[in-house]
């Protein structure tokens, strides 16, 4: 797919308040992240921003996403019939307000 380089990020530290500290030792990425619902992602260190970079914590594995093509419908007929139906109920416009 394309040839750009892998680095393992790796999990440094904890903080009191839960946010994560993450660095990569390849390039010296390093990050802060908090984990949803309040999501957020601080950057201390870019490092090789072009390098694709993946780690792994309690099992969970991080790593570039996978495109593919799909050959056969993901929903079934009947499904896609039913939520056809209901997106015809739903009148968008009238819920989004004017668009100025």
Known sequence: MHNLEEHHMQLDKVHPSGVEEWF???CGRRFLLTWPPDYEKVILNAGDELAIHNGS??????HRP???????????????????????????????GPID
Do not use: A, F, H, W
Request: charged fraction near 40%; proline fraction near 5%; include cysteine.
């Open 24 to 26: 990569c030792p390849t």
């Open 66 to 96: 996978e495109m593919r093509e799909v050959e056969e419908p993901v929903l079934s007929e009947d499904v896609r019939r039913e939520l056809e139906l209901l997106l015809e109920e739903i009148d968008i416009d009238n819920q989004l």
């Open 57 to 62: 914590k309690g099992g969970v594995r991080m």
